[in-house]
């Protein structure tokens, strides 16, 4: 269903290889889920905005992606040395 050999599958159920977020996304909608029933913890669900922005990150391309980390850093960064 996400067109990806039994060996390369393998390999994420052996921690021998970790799928990218697109390759997740597929493989989770293959088993009927979501990136964020995936990743939500049953005692504590994710916050509205925390969804929002994995759909939206869902939508970007990797390069999008990328910058969207790097901002991300950038604002962490700038948090801690504030907090200093």
Known sequence: M???S???YSRFENDKAVPDVVM???I???L???MSDF???DSDQLPPDLLQLIETAKKLT???RKKLNDLLQTIMERTDRNER
Request: avoid cysteine; charged fraction near 15%; glycine fraction near 10%.
């Open 24 to 26: 997740l996304s597929s």
């Open 32 to 34: 009927g889920t979501t």
């Open 28 to 30: 989770l909608g293959a």
């Open 39 to 41: 990743f939500a913890d």
């Open 62 to 64: 990797p390069e999008e």
């Open 6 to 8: 039994q060996s390369y």
């Open 2 to 4: 996400v067109n990806i």
